[in-house]
């Protein structure tokens, strides 16, 4: 029978161990401050250069800012297989009694309090230096927003791990570039309609879409799609119950063909 | 009663999507070993030892074959088997910035260690392996030795009733393999644990394990206590002879003599019966006026067998 405790346990394990990695490496830093605020700078220099409206450089801005949370959250979940394949230590998760879903919560917990923080400071740098409030919608749609922003995350990471699993290092750059493609798809610095029919329709397949739609709407800009946190939030639980079922199956795989030991080795 | 029981396992690596390469590992071998035994696993590399362990362990799948596990079918439910094994190798490894404590302190979480219980046990555990005094230092700037005293500290946090044990003394210091065979023995003895290990070193199985497999090519060729294996494959006695010069007669030439071999100034020459060949041994040297100067006759070890059985 299933042990609520137990569960809770398993999972903090991973967070606080992505916790402890995070706090002795620099480079963490690196996710956390150095992109983040270099990208607020960046879109509010050219807001200026090119005299753009407050809610159009707002528009960008929050894509911007979305970008940011997203990418830091996703790769604490890809963390928690990639510090693994790194160490060659994979093999001790798999071979104790827990589930994919203590792997994939607890890291994402970490990333959700790094991606609130990086909200946090990129939100605060915006009003400070450029006098743009990307939390003028109110507090509510500004939750939804981060909701969406971390239900993406934990999408897009438990995929990366998935990958991780099916072709071992080579798959290690995913980690980093698969969100940028996501990102790019899902129209973070423009509407959907401006984006080639090919790509809008697989934009349109992308949670995140539908959660900057609806957050953009706050600021006068126009809403393509009739329910779109209704279609957010439908399209986020499919997909993060197709992740946890492709990264069980990836595990699976590995312990077929033996990837599991060579990572391990 | 069986901790292990496993039949016709068989195992073949696959690679390569163009140019198929299948390496067999595992040939249809079926093992049994009884809870509270420690039981040897050997074999020259590449004969299927760790493959064996790690499907045993659920970190592999078998192609075919049936695996129970302490009364457990580990390829329906591996996760009830894997609250009450647990598994060590020498080559581990874990989070390099992580310290001892941290190590524990999550795969003691993974095992629904928490609160005061998983201090405990992380405590209890790092006095076992005598980590205290480095209990601040990241795993990557620990030695050899520790990162395999935390390896097997580790493989104990569930207090298991199987435990594996791959290659646990590889590349460790003399006096430190002692002690880790000693304290691998009081598992046995005082938790009633068993313990399955693959190993190199003839004398750390002889010692050890009261049951010995040898594996080779994916197959058991042979399996017993370390004495019936001895008889089983038949070398015979080993008479050991040490020269003032080296012997003017080739003394394999003699009758009954199967090997001569140098080791350590030592002549050894393997008879088929010993109390038969050794007076015909002695005259001929003598009449060659050969002076002995230490004369043994013994078993062969452990090590003899295995060189006969991978050859």
């Known amino acids: 029978m299933m042990s609520w405790r137990r569960e809770a346990v398993a999972a903090w394990a991973f967070a606080l161990r992505n916790l402890q990695m995070a706090s002795r490496n620099v480079f963490l830093l690196f996710e956390l401050l150095f992109w983040p605020v270099l990208g607020v700078v960046q879109i509010g220099l050219m807001g200026r250069f090119l005299t753009l409206k407050p809610e159009d450089a707002l528009f960008i801005l929050i894509g911007q800012m979305a970008f940011s949370i997203v990418s830091t959250c996703q790769l604490d979940v890809a963390y928690s297989v990639l510090y693994d394949y790194w160490s060659k230590s994979l093999k001790h998760h798999f071979l104790a009694p827990i589930g994919i879903r203590h792997l994939t919560v607890g890291s994402w917990v970490v990333g959700i309090l790094r991606g609130l923080l990086v909200f946090v400071m990129t939100a605060a740098l915006a009003w400070w230096a450029f006098r743009l409030n990307p939390l003028a919608a109110g507090i509510g749609p500004v939750l939804l927003l981060l909701t969406g922003c971390f239900l993406t995350a934990w999408i897009v990471g438990i995929f990366v791990c998935s990958l991780l699993m099916l072709f071992g290092g080579r798959a290690e750059t995913s980690a980093w570039a698969s969100i940028n493609l996501v990102l790019a798809l899902a129209g973070i610095y423009y509407p959907l309609s401006t984006l080639p029919g090919w790509a809008a329709a697989m934009g349109a397949a992308i949670p995140i879409t539908y959660f900057l739609e609806a957050y953009r709407s706050h600021f006068g800009f126009a809403v393509e799609s009739a329910a779109p946190l209704t279609t957010g939030f439908a399209l986020a639980i499919a997909y993060i119950g197709l992740a946890h079922l492709t990264l069980h199956a990836s595990v699976n795989r590995a312990r077929r063909t033996g990837l599991l030991l060579k990572m391990s080795e | ?311």
């Open chain 2, 1 to 311: 009663m069986l901790a292990i029981d496993a039949r016709n396992v068989a195992k073949t690596f696959r690679a390569g999507v163009i140019r198929r390469r299948e390496t067999p590992a595992l040939r249809g071998v079926s093992l049994a070993v009884e809870r509270g035994r420690i039981f040897g696993l050997l074999g020259p590399n590449g004969a299927g030892k760790t493959t064996l362990l790690s499907i045993l362990a659920t970190l592999l799948t078998p192609d075919r074959g049936d695996v129970y596990v302490l009364g457990v079918d580990v390829l329906r439910a591996p996760h009830l088997a894997r609250r009450r094994l647990n598994m060590a190798s020498g080559n581990a490894s874990f989070l390099w910035n992580l310290r001892a404590p941290e190590i524990l302190g999550f795969y003691g979480r993974l095992y629904g260690l928490s609160g005061a219980a998983l201090s405990r046990r992380v405590e209890e555990l790092i006095a076992v392996a005598e980590l205290a005094p480095h209990r601040r230092v990241p795993y990557n700037e620990l030695s050899t030795g520790l990162k395999q005293r935390l390896a097997l500290a580790k493989s104990l946090l569930n207090d298991p009733e199987l435990l594996f044990l791959d290659e646990p003394t590889l590349g460790l210091d003399p006096d430190v393999s002692v002690r880790l065979r000693r304290y691998i023995a009081s598992l046995r003895r005082e938790r009633g644990m068993t313990i399955v290990l693959t190993t190199h070193y003839m004398r750390e199985a002889e010692e050890l394990c009261d049951e010995i497999a040898f594996i080779k090519g994916g197959q058991i060729l042979a399996r017993g206590t370390a004495d019936e294996l001895k008889r089983q494959i038949l070398l015979g006695d080993v008479v050991a002879l040490r020269f003032d010069r080296p012997a003017p007669v080739r003394l394999d030439r003699l009758p009954g003599v199967v090997r001569v071999s140098e080791r350590d100034g030592w002549v050894e020459c393997t008879v088929d019966v010993a109390a038969k060949r050794l007076p015909e041994l002695l005259r001929v040297l003598n009449a060659e006026g050969v002076v002995i100067r230490d004369l043994q006759v013994r078993e062969p070890d452990l090590e003899e067998v295995f060189v006969e059985l991978a050859r």
